[in-house]
């Protein structure tokens, strides 16, 4: 059995890791990580992928990928870059039950929920929080 150096949780570029700093924090060999990591996710390019990297006393390495934040489904869904400022207050965008439905359908297995419903009522609470109503 290896011997974890170190658990990261991080968010990169899905198909886009590089080398770098942050990487370099984790102790893995980067080349092989970003190698392994771009081919898991070259269907994600332009989407913020979480990732927990465990690493190894030896520079090797197991990662788990984890769904895209809700906050950047809901603003894609949206079509728009940002939420709103001020929250609640003043609305910036609108996204359809349907849209609802499938962010929440395609979060259910990091969310704190086990059916739909509930599901979707978390994405619609974070949608709203950004200002972001959600419509028939």
């Known amino acids: ?6 658990v990261v949780k991080m968010e990169l570029p899905g198909g886009e890791a590089k080398p770098g700093p942050k990487l370099a924090s984790a102790g ?4 092989k990580f ?4 771009n081919a898991k996710t070259a269907d994600r390019r332009g ?3 979480p990732v927990i990297i465990t690493a190894y ?4 390495c197991d990662f788990v990928i984890k769904t895209s934040p809700v906050a950047g489904l809901i603003l894609k869904a949206a079509g ?5 400022a001020t929250g609640r207050k003043t609305q910036v965008g ?4 349907a849209q609802l439905r499938q962010i929440a359908e395609y979060k259910l297995p990091d969310l704190n929920c086990d059916d739909i419903e509930a599901a979707m009522k978390i994405v619609e609470g974070s949608a709203n929080n ?3 109503a959600v419509v028939d």
């Open 34 to 37: 970003c190698t392994d990591f």
């Open 57 to 60: 006393e030896d520079k090797s």
């Open 28 to 31: 893995v060999n980067m080349g």
């Open 130 to 132: 950004m200002g972001i």
């Open 94 to 97: 609108k996204i359809t039950r």
């Open 47 to 49: 989407e913020i992928v």
């Open 80 to 84: 728009i870059q940002k939420g709103s």
């Open 1 to 6: 059995m290896k011997k974890i150096a170190k």
